[in-house]
């Protein structure tokens, strides 16, 4: 059990030590978003995604090309009769194209297709990207607060114990009783138990800033200015329906919704094909060549209704990808109004604590000198003690809810980015990817290759 408790100290002692305000490579918030940006692996799958999505526009492009096969064949046959054992071999090579000349825009409608999930999965990325930098700052936020609450309960002990020691030596002369001591001694107990929970708490914050920034906390910097938010609400709910990225995933869902609607409408109409092929016959005989050009017209008749089938659940999900759309703005505009509210919320809290912890503070000073004077029982010391210790407790959170609010409120409107909080690092170009494969190429790695490997390396991501 002492092995436990010392473990347990220890653990509590080095935490309070790498959180010392004035270590030599303490962390800002910067530093903190900096590293989650560049160690999340949550970015680096989404990343990836985006990547095979970028791959559908390629895989569209090569459609409305044209397309070469070949085809080797060999055979050896051999005839035996009454009279004679006859043997023969065969080959063959052929090489065959065919190219869609005309199917309605149903090519260029499925380019159009890809290139709206490619969109859609940006979106999606930047919404990933939010979540990973409000974790951040929920993580940085949560190890300060634990810390600095753990440091109260720990001065709190130390101002109990000498409030028992003091309470023992006023029994020891007569001047109170032994309840009074007994007092003292169950707040300290008290006192005990709410700085090993701050202990516990703080260590539980630790881990998961760890997962949140992708390392232990290295001593954290109180946290800049907050940035700008909106000057209203209405302010704030406007820029959201513009610029959050699930209303724009959202609205290329219609979109996406809208084309594959267009496109089964359009399947139900024939294609033109051109067909091209040489075949080289090797017999035992005289070899022959063949070639052959044509254009073949190929539709459907009738598929039993399959075709209108999907006709019409294309277009039911149009009107669910616009009731979606509907949904995702109401939640946005939802969450923007929440976050003001919890902000405004924040604020009077920090207000109201600051006016507490001054009126506690003066109190618990005019009771200590009552006590003195024997007008004040230690009871009645303590519960004021007590009071100032929930204000100073209440003002951490207050602080610490009032920034988080700040970022909830970035978060909702869609600016909670890496270009928008201007962090000053490499970020990932979508662009570089999508360039460089759009033109279907044929080859594994493009001339812009290295760009990519380069970006990616600054983002110590390769």
């Not at 791959?55 to 459609?63: C, L, T, Y």
């Not at 044509?294 to 006709?311: E, F, H, K, T």
């Not at 949904?327 to 600051?354: C, I, K, M, P, Y």
Request: net charge neutral; glycine share 4%; proline share 3%.
């Amino acid at each position: 059990m002492r092995v436990l408790k010392r473990s347990i100290v220890g653990v509590a002692l080095a935490s309070a030590l790498a959180l010392a305000p004035l270590a030599a490579a303490a962390e800002t918030l910067s530093d903190a978003l900096v590293s989650a940006y560049r160690s999340s692996g949550l970015l680096e799958q989404r990343r990836a995604l985006l990547r095979a999505q970028d791959e559908g526009v390629a895989i569209a492009v090569a459609a409305t090309r044209p397309a070469f096969n070949y085809a080797l064949s060999g055979n050896w046959r051999m005839t035996e009769t009454t009279l004679a054992t006859v043997t023969a071999a065969t080959a063959a090579a052929t090489l065959s194209s065919s190219l869609t000349i005309y199917d309605f825009g149903r090519s260029q409608l499925n380019i159009d297709l890809a290139r709206e999930n490619v969109m859609m999965a940006r979106d999606t990325l930047v919404s990933v990207e939010q979540q990973v930098l409000l974790r951040a700052v929920s993580a940085f936020l949560d190890v300060r607060s634990a810390h600095e609450t753990a440091m109260l309960q720990a001065n709190n002990v130390r101002v109990i114990t000498e409030e028992l020691r003091a309470a023992r030596d006023r029994f020891e002369v007569g001047e109170i009783t032994q309840t009074d001591v007994s007092l003292a001694e169950a707040a300290l107990a008290a006192a005990r138990s709410s700085e090993a929970a701050a202990r516990g708490q703080l260590m539980i914050a630790r881990e998961e800033y760890k997962a949140a920034v992708g390392h232990y906390p290295n001593g954290l910097q109180v946290p800049p200015a907050a940035p700008m938010t909106a000057r209203s609400l209405d302010e704030a709910k406007s820029l959201a329906r513009t610029r959050h990225p699930d209303v724009l995933s959202a609205q290329r869902s219609v979109k996406v919704a809208e084309i594959s609607t267009e496109i089964a409408r359009r399947g139900m109409y024939p294609t033109v094909t051109a067909n091209t092929s040489v075949a080289r016959n090797f017999v035992s005989g005289p070899d022959n060549t063949t070639a052959s050009v044509g254009v073949s017209v190929s539709g459907p008749i009738y598929q039993g209704g399959r075709l209108s089938a999907l006709y019409r659940q294309a277009r039911a999900q149009v009107e669910a990808s616009r009731a979606a759309l509907h949904v995702s703005v109401q939640g946005v505009e939802q969450s923007v109004a929440n976050a003001w509210a919890q902000l405004a919320v924040a604020t009077a809290s920090l207000q109201a604590t600051d006016q507490q912890i001054r009126a506690s503070t003066v109190a618990l000073r005019g009771a200590r000198e009552e006590a003195t004077l024997g007008a004040r029982t230690t009871l009645e010391v303590l519960t004021f003690e007590q009071d100032l210790l929930d204000a100073q407790a209440n003002r951490i959170t207050a602080q610490s809810n009032q920034y988080l609010a700040i970022y909830n409120l970035l978060s909702a409107m869609g600016l909670l980015t890496v270009e928008h909080l201007k962090l000053g690092i490499a970020t990932y170009d979508p662009e570089a990817y999508y360039n460089a494969v759009k033109g279907a190429p044929v080859f594994d790695i493009s001339p812009q290759g290295e760009r990519l490997d380069s970006m990616l390396e600054a983002l110590g991501r390769k």
